[in-house]
Nanobody
């Protein structure tokens, strides 16, 4: 059973930064792709970014390009989301996700974390 555990959410001011972490409890596959999604109040959950486990393919949603950076540390089985220049509209619950391929993790992940709240004040 794969478990994803997010951490690092919290409160930030507009223009500030936060870094989210997602630890995978069990490394049973060497080719998991990892991603981040978010859900703001009253909105659908939306894709934010994804990365292959080797880190050789990264993709961002347009609204975070140039502000957010996804990365991973294979030695720690952890993926990160560095969020810079945060804006109030970035406030949401952020979810870590995993899938067998990049396409799967972006469209229909097989595993989800429990989510971590990010709140950005103006």
């Amino acid at each position: 059973q794969v478990h994803l555990v997010e951490s690092g959410g919290g409160l930030a001011q507009a223009g500030g930064s936060l870094r989210l972490s997602c630890a995978i409890s069990e490394r049973t596959y060497t080719n998991y792709a990892m991603g981040w999604f978010r859900r703001a109040p009253g909105k659908e959950r939306e894709f934010v970014a994804r990365i292959t486990w080797l880190g050789d393919s990264i993709y961002y949603a347009d609204f975070v390009k140039g502000r957010f950076i996804i990365s991973n540390d294979n030695t720690k089985n952890t993926v990160y989301l560095q969020m810079n220049n945060l804006q109030p509209e970035d406030s949401a619950v952020y979810y870590c996700a995993a899938g067998a391929t990049s396409a799967e993790v972006q469209i229909k992940p097989s595993h989800w974390g429990q989510g971590t709240q990010v709140t950005v004040s103006s």
